[in-house]
C-alpha cells in the first residue's frame, strides 16, 4: 500500500512566515554579530513571541497551540537553514516534559508563562562530555540539587532548568529560587551558547521517577537536531548553487565546469531526502510508534553527518572567500559541528540503534 507522506499546506505556510521573518532578521552579516553580543538571539526570541512560536507544543488549555512534534521540528527546520541564534528547542521539550508531568501546581505557574515566551525554559542533560543519555545520569537529588552541568544551552535567559537525575528520572528549577550559576564555555557556535551550570543545593521539584519521559525528551531532541541539521544542510547547497552561477573563471560561471557540476548534483542527492528522516522521527514520536527510538537516532546520526559534508563541500567550492570571516559559510560550519556532537557523536547513536534492534 503506497503511502503519501508529506507536509499540509498549512504547515508548509507556517514554515513559510518563520522564514519570512527570519529571511529580514538574519542575514549572514547580522548572525555574525551574534559572535560578538547577544542582541539578535533576544530580537529573534521577541520575533518567535510574536509569532507565537514558544507555543507550539504547549497545550491549548495553558495558552500554547498544541501542535506535535513534527510542527515543532519543521520550524527548527527553518531556523536552522538562517541560522538563527534562538533556545526554541529546548524551550519547546521543557514545556513538553512539564505538560506530562504530574504535578498540577507546577504546570498551572509555568505553562501559561511559557506558552507566549514571558519565562523561558531550558534542559541540562549532559554530566560530561559523554553522558548524555538517561541511563548514564549519576547526579541524585530529592528536595535539592548539588552538581556540575556542562554543555548546557541558554541557561542565562532561562527560568525554569529540566535536569536529568540518576535513574532516568526528571527534575525541575526555578532559577529564582536561587543555588544555580552559570559560567559560558566558550562553545565553537556562538548561536547556541553553551555553558557550566553549577547547582548548589538548588532546590528541587521532582517531574518524573521512571525513565520513560526523559527517554522521549531524549528522542525528541534528537529530532529537533536533525530537523536543525537538514535546514543547514539545505542553505549550504543553495547558497553554494547561487554562487557557482554568478563567480567566473575563464569567461564562464564556475558552475559549468564538470568538476563542480558533479559535486553539487551529489550533495542534492543526499540533502533531498534527508529531511524525510526527522519528519518520520517526529511522526513516530507524535504517534508513539513503537520504531520511535530507532527513528529519531537515524535521522540524528544521518543528517548531522550530512550536514557538516554540506558545510565543507560550501566552504571548497566556494574558493578563497569561502574561508573568511566576513564571508560567513562558517557559521554553519560551526553549527553541523554543533548538530554532530550535541546529545552524543553519530557513531554514539548507531551502537544505540543496534542495542534497540537487538543486533
Keep these: 500500500m503506497a503511502i503519501d507522506f508529506d507536509l499540509s499546506d498549512a504547515q508548509r505556510a507556517f514554515q513559510d512566515a518563520v522564514g519570512g521573518y527570519l529571511a529580514e532578521t538574519c542575514t549572514p552579516r547580522q548572525v555574525l554579530a551574534t559572535f560578538k553580543d547577544a542582541l539578535l538571539a533576544e530580537r529573534v526570541w521577541r520575533g518567535a513571541c510574536e509569532l507565537g512560536l514558544p507555543g507550539v507544543v504547549t497545550p491549548a488549555a495553558y495558552g500554547g497551540l498544541g501542535l506535535g512534534f513534527l510542527d515543532a521540528s519543521i520550524i527548527a ?33 509555568w505553562l501559561p508563562r511559557l506558552a507566549t515566551g514571558a519565562a523561558r525554559a531550558t534542559l541540562s542533560f549532559a554530566e560530561d562530555d559523554d553522558r548524555w543519555g538517561p541511563e548514564e545520569w549519576r547526579d541524585s537529588g530529592a528536595h535539592t540539587l548539588t552538581a556540575i552541568r556542562p554543555h548546557t544551552p541558554w541557561p542565562a535567559a532561562a527560568d525554569i532548568i529540566i535536569v ?16 544555580v550559576t552559570a559560567e559560558l564555555s566558550g562553545a565553537l557556535d556562538a548561536t547556541r551558547p553553551l555553558a557550566k551550570v553549577s547547582f548548589s543545593n538548588a532546590p528541587l521539584h521532582i517531574l518524573a521517577d521512571s525513565d520513560a519521559l526523559a527517554r522521549r525528551l531524549r528522542d525528541l531532541w534528537l529530532t529537533l537536531l536533525a530537523a536543525d541539521a537538514c535546514g543547514g544542510a539545505s542553505h549550504c547547497l543553495d547558497a553554494t548553487v547561487a554562487y557557482v552561477k554568478e563567480r567566473k573563471q575563464f569567461g564562464v560561471p564556475v558552475g559549468q565546469f564538470q568538476g563542480v557540476k558533479h559535486q553539487l548534483a551529489d550533495l542534492a542527492v543526499k540533502v533531498a531526502p534527508a529531511c524525510a528522516l526527522y519528519w518520520y522521527a517526529a511522526h513516530a514520536l507524535d504517534l508513539d510508534l513503537p520504531d520511535a527510538s530507532v527513528a529519531a537516532a537515524q535521522a540524528k546520526a544521518h543528517c548531522s553527518e550530512l550536514y557538516v559534508d554540506a558545510a565543507r563541500k560550501a566552504i571548497e567550492l566556494h574558493g578563497g572567500i569561502g574561508y573568511t570571516w566576513e564571508y560567513g559559510l562558517h557559521i554553519w560550519l560551526r553549527r553541523s559541528l554543533h548538530d554532530r556532537q550535541f546529545l552524543g557523536a553519530p557513531r554514539k547513536h548507531r551502537a544505540r540503534i543496534a542495542d534497540l534492534k537487538g543486533w
Design 164 to 179: 536529568g537525575l540518576a535513574g532516568g528520572r526528571l527534575g525541575l528549577i526555578e532559577t529564582e529560587a536561587g543555588g
Design 77 to 109: 527546520e527553518v531556523m536552522g537553514r538562517y541560522g538563527a541564534p534562538c533556545g526554541l528547542a529546548e524551550h519547546w521539550l521543557a514545556s513538553a516534559c512539564l505538560a506530562s508531568a504530574a504535578h498540577d501546581d507546577l504546570r498551572k505557574k
